[in-house]
């Protein structure tokens, strides 16, 4: 009998070799800006994209996720989608992609448990209210015309790669130092664009200039998927819609089809919207990897592709929708965005949060850039860090309003760490800080924010 032992990180690359189609990225071939300190190890039995995998998990930007808003606030009841269930749920389904196409499962897991680490507490709400104040559009935070030019925009992806690569601090150097591959595909989630003014702490390694890889593009169709299923199961919990409503569309019609007696003979209506659910999913995970396959196929030949080494000189063309519905199914995609749109995300509940969102947001921007003090010790340390200014809490308070006036008020990198601090709260946090600045004698103790 052979003796065993221990797979070290060479003989799992060659595993994983073994298991990937020539155009999965194999792991062995992949990118970091710094070399990974040994800190005393001297055994390596991991793979560079599952190092990456678990640094985000033990990140404290993936930790916040859980009391982050989905499209329901995370503490309107035990059930509705938190940004960190919405997480695992996209992480899922891009590795049963992954793992159907031949693609590298730990690039698309590290991908998608990183993708919305920057987003904001209050879901898109509080995304699009951070980016109408940089863009100087918010009657409530108005900002002065130079620091609107130098600031830069506000969007979750690009924040989440801000967070990787710069705000997370467990090491001796800035962020969590992950490849450029689960960087380049964190980006690349959602829409991004070359010009896009934010300022990203390096585009190194990022590919700035083509589509993104095969993994990618797995997780940013996943997160589709997932976004459009898991958001319709909970407008239906909510009363937002019915089932009658539901089982109208065209892609439900099909899953009712197919599922026939299962679904017709069922009588409980829970347990039908279940069936429903889960065959949505299937309905658009199926389709996507037949018709990915049959991309990919029409790539590979086109450009006379057999092995590796021809891959590697063809990707760079690689469209930016090879992982993708066919035309009839991306429609009954589409159609189902539209309904959720227009039955979910426009219901009242739904827009009362956003409201509420959007006060609670600005209220805290305009609390902070008015009084810096008001912000935490972290920030304020950052601030000095970043700029050689004086610790303000240090100086004499006769000194404390013009050093505010004269170094805080035009200052764009100030109004970015006040950004950077608001997108990583979570929506408790959030909350409280809001009812300690504004309504002292209702604020909660606690919360979950004192970030540093």
């Known amino acids: 009998m052979r003796e065993l032992s221990v797979l070290d990180r060479t003989h799992l690359e060659r595993l994983e070799k073994r298991r990937l189609a020539l155009f999965g990225f194999p792991s062995s071939e992949a990118t970091r800006r710094l070399p990974v300190a040994e800190e005393g190890r001297h055994f390596d039995y991991r793979t560079a994209f599952q190092r990456d995998r678990d640094r985000i998990l033990h990140s404290r930007a993936f930790r916040r996720l859980k009391h982050k808003t989905q499209v329901y606030v995370p503490f309107a009841g035990d059930h509705p989608r938190t940004r960190?269930?919405?997480?695992?749920?996209?992480?899922?389904?891009?590795?049963?992609?992954?793992?159907?196409?031949?693609?590298?499962?730990?690039?698309?897991?590290?991908?998608?448990?990183?993708?919305?680490?920057?987003?904001?507490?209050?879901?898109?709400?509080?995304?699009?209210?951070?980016?109408?104040?940089?863009?100087?559009?918010?009657?409530?935070?108005?900002?002065?015309?130079?620091?609107?030019?130098?600031?830069?925009?506000?969007?979750?992806?690009?924040?989440?790669v801000r967070v990787v690569d710069l705000l997370e601090r467990r090491y001796d150097h800035p962020g969590l130092n992950l490849t450029d591959q689960v960087r380049e595909g964190i980006l690349k989630h959602t829409g991004w664009r070359r010009s896009f003014p934010f300022p990203l702490p390096t585009t190194d390694g990022l590919r700035l200039g083509l589509s993104c890889h095969l993994e990618g593009q797995v997780v940013a169709l996943a997160d589709e998927i997932a976004q459009q299923t898991h958001d319709l199961e909970d407008g239906l919990a909510a009363e937002a819609v019915s089932l009658a409503e539901i089982e109208r569309l065209e892609a439900a019609a099909a899953v009712i089809a197919r599922a026939g007696e299962s679904y017709r003979g069922e009588r409980r209506s829970f347990q039908r919207a279940a069936i429903l659910q889960r065959g949505l999913i299937h309905l658009f995970v199926t389709d996507a990897l037949t018709h990915t396959v049959r991309n990919l196929s029409r790539f590979l030949s086109r450009h006379d592709i057999g092995d590796r080494r021809g891959w590697l000189g063809a990707c760079e063309r690689l469209p930016a929708t090879t992982v993708s519905f066919s035309p009839r199914v991306g429609e009954l995609f589409a159609e189902l965005k539209g309904f959720i749109y227009r039955f979910i995300i426009n219901h009242q509940e739904v827009n009362r949060q956003d409201h509420r969102a959007r006060l609670v947001v600005t209220g805290l921007f305009q609390a902070y850039y008015e009084n810096p003090l008001n912000l935490p010790t972290y920030v304020l340390l950052r601030f000095h860090e970043e700029t050689g200014r004086p610790y303000l809490r240090d100086l004499p308070i006769a000194r404390t309003a013009e050093e505010v006036k004269t170094f805080y008020h035009g200052e764009a990198r100030f109004v970015r760490l006040v950004v950077d601090h608001l997108a990583g709260m979570s929506d408790s946090y959030a909350l409280s800080e809001y009812e300690a600045l504004y309504y002292p004698h209702t604020a909660r103790p606690g919360g979950t924010g004192g970030r540093g």
Request: aromatic share 4%; with cysteine.
């Open 84 to 160: 960190l269930t919405h997480t695992l749920e996209v992480a899922q389904i891009s590795r049963t992609m992954a793992r159907a196409l031949g693609l590298n499962e730990d690039l698309v897991e590290a991908i998608a448990l990183a993708h919305d680490l920057g987003h904001t507490p209050f879901g898109h709400s509080g995304e699009k209210t951070l980016a109408r104040i940089l863009a100087g559009e918010e009657p409530a935070c108005p900002l002065p015309e130079g620091v609107v030019r130098q600031v830069g925009s506000f969007k979750h992806n690009y924040q989440s």
